[in-house]
């Protein structure tokens, strides 16, 4: 467990009002919001569970904190006089480059981004407070981490963009293209279990398709070849910067008739309105996400529709589908499996 409080007490002093912490655990953030008596903290978070869980925990421990979710941290006013960012050791690099540039343009001149490090010898967050803040104070090295800020100058910064496009294709349709940002699933490259999952899925002209857990949003644009200019494509997804990027992704290859949908739980996607539901969920939580969509993906079914999801944990996941589809049919492509089942037609 990451010991950030015991961090933050060598720098809690340097804390000025208003406070955002970016992203980290429910947890975490709560924990922070709780170390820190001051009336106006915004916790920032990318996915909606997330937040959800954050603002369940603040109310619980009869705390007050703002909880943004939104695709970019940039998207918060520039009004803060504190940045808090407790970086996760095995976290993503790209995205904690991208969130402490971001951090960047909603200081107020002469505030503070304070960074705090699992590595008690952190050679890359210094490096980066430099290039961007252009100085990097730290704390004397502890075994459980660092600590490091700088101070925001009055010159403006350009806003830097990461991201990555790469392209993918099913066998008889023309390559697409596709923008990628960190914080997303499969940045920078077409995932191979999202592959199998697209080229082992039987659709026709005109069906309604979800893309579960959608991502950049690449299942379903590769979906819509094979659905067509009557099919109707929806993307779902708890992150919602991934939604950001489904909505890009879609207009930019011309698909017309779709809609985005940001859920955590898959409230708000129509009941009994999809043909076909194409699933690739995390693998993690002991399988909770891909539970829930197995579950809830039923009831969203037409008659006769059928249920995609792919893994690489087919011995978990099978029993999920007998208990609520029976019949299950499995697929071994690309190292993954697909397993399928359908609901009765009418």
């Not at 010991?3 to 953030?29: H, K």
């Not at 007050?64 to 970019?72: F, G, N, S």
């Not at 991208?98 to 490090?117: K, N, R, T, V």
């Amino acid at each position: 467990m990451f010991d950030v409080l015991t961090l933050f007490q060598d720098v809690r002093a340097r804390v000025e009002s208003p406070v955002a912490v970016i992203l980290g655990s429910p947890r975490l953030a709560t924990d922070l919001v709780a170390d820190l008596p001051l009336a106006d903290i915004t916790c920032f978070q990318l996915d909606l569970y997330q937040a959800h869980k954050l603002r369940n925990d603040i109310a619980d421990g009869g705390l007050t904190a703002e909880v943004a979710v939104l695709p970019d941290l940039w998207d918060l006013p520039a009004k803060f006089r504190t940045v808090l960012f407790p970086v996760p050791k095995h976290g993503e690099r790209e995205l904690k480059l991208d969130m402490m540039e971001q951090a960047f343009h909603i200081l107020e001149p002469g505030g503070q981004f304070i960074s705090l490090s699992e590595y008690p010898k952190d050679t890359f967050l210094p490096r980066m407070h430099k290039k961007i803040f252009g100085k990097c104070s730290e704390m004397p090295a502890r075994k459980i981490g660092g600590i490091f800020w700088s101070i925001r100058k009055p010159e403006e910064q350009d806003r830097r963009r990461h991201e990555v496009t790469f392209r993918a294709k099913t066998a008889e349709h023309p390559s697409r293209s596709f923008v990628s940002r960190p914080g997303v699933f499969s940045y920078g490259c077409f995932d191979d279990g999202a592959r199998a999952l697209v080229e082992c899925s039987r659709l026709d002209p005109g069906e309604s398709v979800l893309d579960l857990g959608c991502g950049t949003g690449a299942v379903g644009i590769l979906a819509s070849d094979y659905v067509g200019p009557t099919g109707r494509i929806t993307f779902a997804d708890s992150n919602v910067r991934a939604i950001a990027m489904a909505k890009l992704n879609a207009a930019a290859n011309g698909l017309i008739d779709f809609e985005a949908v940001a859920t955590w739980d898959m409230s708000g996607l129509k009941e009994a309105g999809y043909d076909a539901i194409l699933a690739n969920p995390p693998y993690f939580a002991q399988s909770s996400i891909a539970q829930m969509f197995i579950q809830k993906s039923k009831s969203l079914l037409k008659p006769g529709g059928t249920f995609y999801i792919v893994t690489k944990m087919p011995r978990e996941i099978s029993p999920m589908m007998i208990d609520i589809f029976g019949d299950v049919y499995a697929q071994e492509h690309r190292g993954y499996t697909v397993m399928q089942a359908s609901v009765a037609s009418e």
